[in-house]
């Protein structure tokens, strides 16, 4: 009698256990959305390392460009070529690495774990574990995307004679603890260029010999920027200001370049706010 | 003082009593386990291009790892130590690390077993599930959950099993990786109806049903979140020949390996075997379309795997045969593999005294038909784009890639009692532009042969030569390889070993990778050192690559169990 009842139970188990373990979704597939924000609104920088000998990298490429057109402003794309995937080769001699980059790429690990990868905001999933993979851009940006903004960031800049003046204002709504340092960079837009590719959604396979490099970092001011200030914690409303002046390569084309400046911490390396502007305002 | 007296004896009692009972456990209770330790020293190697910058105070890696099981009667328990600190290369740098990742206990009565931690199960052939270890891949998806067994009637075997699968060391926390969740029932007809016990048909029956969540917090994509994969199987054995067969249908999966497509996945199975005495035939077709099944959507590489597609590819153990190993492509491929063993009998002509063995064997692998579908929103069509059905394909056309062929030959022959041979020639193609992520470099035609001879000096004594070439105009070109083994049995044996890569089109690269192994086997106890180089590559595993670099030094290996 026992035996029968446990007989019956099972199927009923099984039964609706298949009937809740699948989700079928029906088309439309794509969500929705954008936002805008306040006037302290909590941004969030992707990094996508890369490299014009990875085939896989142009998919990703898209990725950031979805989310680009998705969150507005509110999400500054850097990308960084750096890694065994970025070095010129006799059909590709073009060299978009950077000192920074290398260093980055080595801290953080990315390329070692393969490409595509990024970081978002450099935070840690794990101790010591930075890396996002594509997949996980858009998820992880939207929890950061959503938090609290910690720190407003301006940036003023002045273009005169191949030469880029640009004041970063950095003031903190929060007494936070620690080092805070700021990076300056300088990204440029509509390089062509050839690069390796695998996607026949996104192009010519196996090489795009016209690809158009965006967000392609250039310049920083060292691998892990200045120290804002020797307030610690830092003190709130006050307005820390850092200058900055850089002398323009020739290949960098000042209409297509961004200034990108992003405070963080110097120990957890975690960014708490983030800024772009045109070089040309 | 008498209630001390009676105290004190009452004790005493207890104590030997416990003891008794305490040694008597000890005595029922078994204990074995297993170690490995694998420890390397890397050098500077002007030869293969490898300089100190280049390995930059990493000069020493380790893999290790400990493995112990308890069992008293009908328990058992037992745990796993593995240390990468840090990993040997051509290892995940994300495998760096030291724990106990497996940890386990199980109760087994006549009918049921339940088992707790991390534990392996495969459910048929493994489309809807595998979980299994492969320490030299430095590979682990293990389920850490819960699992029931029930056999209500000998014959009829209903599995369950709960969990979440493992990740190098990442912990689980809320959202970072799905929870897996499945069903196992398998029948044997010959056990469970009395009639079929003693019949010359053998038939078994068997369905399994996995589901995975994972939450979505894509802003893009509306994303499912209970994935479902099913299956059912069949072997079927009459007489001398043998038929299994599984296909498995897995419903939307949006994944990175996928490009976030829509479409259902489904996978094939098929395989026929006819034997008799000194004779086998051996013929399997299997089909995968967009089988990748995964417990994180998001994880590209080797990982998180829940299901296996078996390879319906042979594969090779020398080192120039080995060189271009095919691939599972989970997204889609159609094929094939023939085999034929047959053993030439003893004294006749050809076989000699002791008789000749000849194994053919045949493989191949295609892309399968991708037909192009609507883009929702848009009047136009394509292929693998995301956030549409991916595409259509029809069940049984080969596509026009092939990514691999392969026709080998083996003959192996015993001459005398003191020396046997054998001789392996094979045909390869190889599209390493899908395989190695190369994109845009033509498929690797081959030619290779292998001729390898064992003398026996004594009984104890032996020397085993291997000489080998693989000859291509693609690639890297022509290699040629060598390898003297002698041993003394049955502890000792020392072994030199050369691939030279004499071919390469620039010369540069014509190098020479050498190893040289000596090692020392007691019982259970094995140590083997060896000194050399090894070839670089590039990984390349669900659309991310990954260099691997040359690397060269000495390499120390440590096992034994009890």
């Known amino acids: ?281 | 003082m008498k209630r001390v007296l009676l105290l004190a004896t009452a004790i005493l009692f207890i104590g030997i009593a416990a003891r008794a009972q305490f040694s008597e456990t000890i005595k029922r209770s078994e204990v074995h386990g297993s170690f490995e330790f694998d420890g390397a020293y890397y050098m500077a190697d002007e030869g293969v291009g490898i300089t100190d910058s280049m390995i930059n105070g990493q000069n020493f890696a380790f893999n290790g790892f400990g493995k112990i099981t308890y069992t008293l009667g009908k328990f058992s328990a037992g745990l796993r130590y593995e240390a990468y600190l840090p990993p040997l290369a051509g290892f995940d740098p994300r495998i760096e690390g030291q724990g106990f990742p497996n940890l386990w206990a199980m109760y087994t009565t006549e009918k049921f077993s339940f088992t707790v931690g991390n534990f392996y199960e495969q459910f048929g052939n493994g489309l809807t599930l595998r979980t299994y270890e492969e320490w030299m891949l430095g590979y682990d998806n293990s389920l850490n959950g819960a699992r029931v067994t029930f056999e209500p009637v000998k014959g009829l075997l209903l599995k369950g099993v709960y969990g979440m699968q493992r990740f190098y060391w990442t912990p689980y926390t809320k959202n970072s990786r799905g929870i897996v969740k499945g069903f196992d029932a398998e029948m044997d007809f010959n056990q469970v109806i009395k009639g079929m016990s003693d019949s010359k048909v053998r038939l078994t029956l068997g369905g399994s049903f996995v589901s995975k969540y994972q939450a979505d917090l894509d802003p893009l994509y509306n994303l499912p979140r209970n994935v479902g994969n099913m299956a059912g199987r069949m072997t079927l054995g009459i007489g001398k020949f043998n038929l299994s067969t599984e296909y498995a249908y897995k419903i939307n999966d949006p994944s990175a390996i996928n490009n976030f497509i829509y479409k259902a996945g489904e996978g094939f199975l098929l395989s026929a075997t006819y034997s008799t005495k000194g004779f086998g035939l051996y013929a399997m077709f299997k089909r995968y379309d967009n089988m990748s099944y995964k417990s994180n959507r998001a994880v590209t590489a080797n990982g998180l795997d829940i299901n296996f597609l078996p390879p319906n590819t042979e594969t090779h153990s020398y080192m120039l045969t080995s060189m271009y190993p095919y691939n599972t492509q989970p997204n889609g491929e159609i094929g094939f593999q023939l085999q034929m063993n047959y053993k030439v009998p003893k004294k006749s002509k050809l076989g000699g005294k002791y008789g000749m063995g000849i194994a053919i064997n045949y493989s191949q692998v295609n892309d399968i038909v991708r037909d192009p579908v609507n883009v929702p929103g848009t009047d136009t069509t394509a292929v693998g784009l995301p956030g549409t059905d991916g595409w259509t394909s029809p069940f049984f056309k080969f596509g026009s890639r092939i990514f691999w062929q392969d026709f080998n030959i083996e003959i192996d022959k015993k001459f005398s009692k003191k020396f046997k041979g054998s001789l392996t020639y094979m045909y390869q193609s190889y599209d390493i532009a899908t395989l190695e992520g190369h994109t845009g470099m033509p498929i690797v035609y081959s030619n290779i042969g292998v001729v390898e001879m064992t003398y026996k000096f004594t009984s104890k004594q032996a020397l085993r030569w291997e000489v080998q070439g693989l000859w291509t105009d693609r690639d890297k070109g022509d290699w040629a390889a060598l390898l003297l083994e002698y041993t003394v049995s049955p502890h000792w044996f020392v072994s030199v070993s050369d691939q030279y890569n004499y071919g390469n089109p620039d010369e540069v690269n014509r190098i020479n990778y050498y190893t040289g192994s000596f090692g020392y086997t007691r019982r259970t106890t094995r140590i083997a050192i060896t000194y050399g180089r090894q070839r670089e590559g590039i990984v390349c595993v669900g659309g991310v690559c990954r260099a691997v670099p040359a690397s060269s030094g000495f390499y120390v290996t440590i096992s034994s169990s009890f």
């Not at chain 1, 188990?13 to 924000?37: N, R, T």
């Not at chain 1, 609290?148 to 204002?169: G, P």
């Not at chain 1, 392609?216 to 691998?223: C, H, P, S």
């Open chain 1, 1 to 281: 009698m026992s035996m029968k009842i446990l007989r019956v139970i099972s199927i009923l188990a099984a039964v609706s256990f298949l009937f809740y373990a699948c989700e079928k979704i029906e088309p439309p597939y794509k969500e929705d959305g954008g936002g805008s924000g306040g006037e302290a609104e909590q941004k969030v920088l992707l990094e996508d390392y890369t490299g014009h000998d990875c085939v896989n990298c142009p998919t990703a490429a898209i990725v950031a460009e979805q989310l680009k057109e998705f969150y507005g402003d509110k999400l500054v794309v850097m990308a960084v070529h750096a890694g065994f995937f970025a070095r010129p080769k006799s059909d590709m001699p073009q060299d978009f690495r950077t000192e920074a980059g290398e260093v980055w790429d080595g801290f953080f690990g990315v390329s070692a774990a393969g490409n595509p990868n990024g970081l978002v905001n450099r935070m840690q999933r794990a101790p010591g574990d930075y890396i996002v993979s594509p997949a996980e851009w858009g998820s992880t940006i939207d929890i950061e995307m959503k938090k609290e903004a910690k720190a407003k960031m301006t940036v003023h800049s002045d273009f005169e004679q191949n030469t880029l003046s640009s004041t970063i204002t950095t003031e903190f709504l929060y007494p936070l603890v620690g080092t805070y340092h700021v990076l300056f960079c300088i990204t440029q837009d509509s390089i062509i260029g050839p690069q390796m590719n695998n996607d026949n959604n996104v192009g010519d396979t196996p090489k795009i010999e016209e690809y158009v490099f965006m967000h392609v970092l250039r310049y920083t001011n060292g691998a892990w920027g200045e120290r804002l200030t020797d307030d610690d914690p830092v003190v709130t409303g006050k307005k820390y200001v850092l200058e900055v002046t850089v002398n323009f390569e020739d290949e960098w084309v000042p209409e297509n370049c961004h200034v990108v400046a992003f405070v963080f911490d110097q120990e957890s390396k975690t960014i708490v706010q983030v800024e772009e502007a045109d070089v040309i305002e």
